[in-house]
């Protein structure tokens, strides 16, 4: 499922997709020439403080202002008709004034290769009026902004972890984060006495004192119980809203029910 609200088309290779517009796909009059911005970190904003005579900077924390993307792209018709369509249905796409839409792209070695999306609105265009649009080709940049930085993969990924009945031997969930940013995932326990969730790879664990179905909300640090009612108070002393780091984890689910219990942890994949 994408999360932009519905199922969306899986891009091809080398492909972009914006307003509707597709750009690079083998068939198309529009194809790209570069992108620009996307593997770049955008421009830090930080909160350091001067120090007053003493040496250095008081270190405070570091943000991310919006991400800037350049599309240059070539426009190519094999006939008049042709030529001024695709120019038209770029002009379109790319108006000024609109909204922030998702730029959906697929390049092998980012994003993980997968599809991936950041939303963004036009801020500038430019095209040279030349010899070569005369004859149907025209290059144009396009130059967009994100006011949120972070680029997110188009569908989540979800890991089923389940309890033991013959402990020590607890089943352990393996799955290798590949965003830049850590993931903080919403995690469902459709019934459980107890839960407890730990990542052996970091001793982190997250544990609550109730029984009944749950939902933990990393990102909203917020717990919901069986009847839509917070129960964050419920959590254990201790414990650490689940957070995981680009790399390997290994999670592991205990519960004090007799039965097997199965959460499915989730989130999307982002990078920066």
């Not at 899986?10 to 307003?19: I, K, S």
């Not at 030529?83 to 909204?99: D, E, I, N, P, V």
């Not at 290769?113 to 649009?133: E, Q």
Request: hydrophobic share 40%; charged share 20%; with cysteine.
């Amino acid at each position: 499922m994408s999360q932009l609200g519905g199922i969306m088309a899986e891009l091809e290779n080398w492909t972009c997709e914006y307003g509707g517009l597709l750009m690079g796909a083998p068939d198309s009059a529009i194809s790209l020439v570069q992108v620009d911005g996307l593997l770049t970190l955008p421009e830090v904003r930080t909160s350091d403080l001067v120090l007053v005579q003493r040496d250095g900077l008081w270190a405070g924390d570091d943000y991310l202002n919006g991400r800037a993307v350049t599309l240059t792209v070539e426009v190519y018709g094999r006939d008049q008709t042709e030529f001024a369509t695709a120019l038209a249905g770029l002009q379109a796409a790319f108006r000024a004034g609109r909204a922030e839409l998702p730029l959906r792209f697929r390049f092998p070695g980012l994003a993980g290769g997968r599809t991936a999306w950041v939303r963004v609105r036009p801020r500038k265009r430019s095209a040279p009026l030349d010899l070569n649009f005369a004859y149907g080709v025209c290059n144009v940049a396009i130059e967009l902004y994100a006011t949120d930085p972070k680029i997110y993969a188009d569908s989540s990924r979800a890991v089923p972890v389940t309890t033991s009945l013959t402990p020590p031997t607890d089943p352990v969930s393996r799955f290798t984060v590949v965003g830049s940013v850590p993931a903080k995932p919403v995690i469902d326990i459709p019934y459980a006495t107890n839960p407890r969730i730990t990542d052996d790879v970091t001793d982190a664990f997250f544990a609550l004192t109730y029984s009944g179905r749950v939902r933990i909300d990393s990102a909203k640090q917020t717990v919901i119980g069986s009847m839509n009612e917070d129960i964050s108070s419920l959590v254990v002393e201790g414990s650490t809203w689940p957070e995981y780091e680009y790399g390997e984890h290994h999670l592991r689910l205990t519960a004090d029910d007799t039965a097997v219990v199965t959460a499915e942890v989730s989130w999307v994949e982002a990078w920066t």
